[in-house]
């Protein structure tokens, strides 16, 4: 028997839909944008429903708190993030975040009182989708975002994050306020969709991550010489676009050669932009990912030495930005432990899985245990508005949370 309220949880992910609706599909809500403060409005409501006290810290982290009946104890942490990329899917963050109020809503019909104090965390700008750089909150947190980072990365528009921060009743100069010390958080748990087919294949509704391989992010910038696409001849170019095909092709052969890597350039800038002209600049986004960071390291020295290479060899050049290293993270014993507690007390198959995806959660791991549930995806499709959890299958996720978190609180079951 499910102990939440899934229709309760499922209304909530639907409403939370509607804030930032494209009219070609799916929700765009960047940070620090009208449409995140509608949706933090909306989110605040729901956790002050629940109870909970609600504050937001420096940074712009949103936070809804239980004091439970030792304050002073280390919180209990659980969440997830509800902004989102270009065209994103209604799934991808909010799931977390509506499915945490959802268990402090059940604790408390239920008369249930934590030891530990309880923080339903919604961390700022996981996504990275504006300012090209991740996690901006929970790197606040755990004190690996820095003053200069705020005035160092711009969105499209040339904003900083800083100026984004100001226009949006925030101080950047309180940015060390949102920091938070090793031993003040007990555990993070965070339920997000799997975003990819393992749990679909196997046809389980729930998994229990057991690592996250994290993303190197190179921003590569390549300069050859424009030219006119009709009078210049094929042996006299220096095109840098041929140079990225050829760079691109590269990276897809070396994560085929190093097995459990993906190297993905979903961005792509080709300048001056015309049809009849050879293009004299141009800017791609590699994405290197492995659950374990020397694979990483390695795919990453061997696609910057054939950037060298092949650009030597053609006349062009490069420059190479670093706007996103993580580091590959395991998830706690500990937390996994209780995770898996709790799936085999809602009567589920354990299903252990790395996560592909980078998640707060792997930043939370500076400062304390971390742990994952998973959710099944439809046909693994995330970041786009096809993106499905089925009703059932949140409602099932939320539950293990639940136990979970009762558990990591200092409720015996």
Sequence with gaps: ???????????????????????????????????????????????????????????????????????SAPVVMFGSHIDSVLGGGNFDGPAGVLAAIEVVQTMREKGLTPDH?????????????????????????????NAEDLYKHKDDHQISIAEAMKASGLDPENLEQARRTPGSIKAYLELHIEQGKILESKDIPVGIVTGIAA???????????????????MDMRKDPLVAA??????????????????????????????????????????????????????????????????????????EIEVPHRLKPTPCSENV?????????????????????????????AEITEVGMIFVRSKDGISHHPDEWTSKEDLAWGTEVLYQSITRLAGIHH
């Excluded at 198959?349 to 792997?362: E, F, W, Y």
Aim: aromatic content about 4%; hydrophobic content about 40%; some cysteine.
């Design 1 to 71: 028997m499910i102990a939440i309220n899934k229709e309760r949880v499922w209304k909530s992910i639907l409403d939370l839909s509607e804030i930032g609706k494209s009219e070609h599909g799916g929700v765009t809500r960047l940070s620090f944008t009208e449409e995140e403060k509608r949706a933090k409005e909306y989110v605040t409501q729901r956790m002050k429903e629940a109870g909970l006290t609600v504050y937001e810290d420096p940074i712009g982290n949103l936070f809804g708190r239980w004091e439970g009946t030792a304050p």
């Design 117 to 145: 104090p309880l923080e339903v965390a919604v961390f700022t700008d996981e996504e990275g989708a504006r300012f090209h750089t991740g996690m901006i909150g929970s790197r606040a947190i755990v004190g690996k975002l």
């Design 215 to 233: 993303p190197v992010w190179l921003q590569l910038t390549l300069n050859g010489k424009a030219g006119h696409a009709g009078t210049t001849p």
């Design 245 to 318: 095909a050829e760079i691109i092709c590269k990276l897809e052969q070396l994560a085929i050669e190093n097995p459990g890597t993906v190297g993905t350039v979903g961005k792509i800038n080709a300048l001056p932009g015309g049809v009849n002209i050879i293009p004299g600049r141009v800017e791609l986004a590699l994405d290197i990912r492995h659950p374990v960071e020397e694979v990483r390291n390695r795919v990453e020295d061997e696609i910057r030495a054939f950037i060298k290479r092949n650009c030597s060899e053609r006349g062009i050049e490069y």
């Design 336 to 364: 996994i432990a209780v995770v898996q507690d709790s799936v085999a007390a809602a009567g589920l198959p354990v299903q252990k899985l790395i996560s592909g995806a980078a998640h707060d959660a792997m930043v939370m």
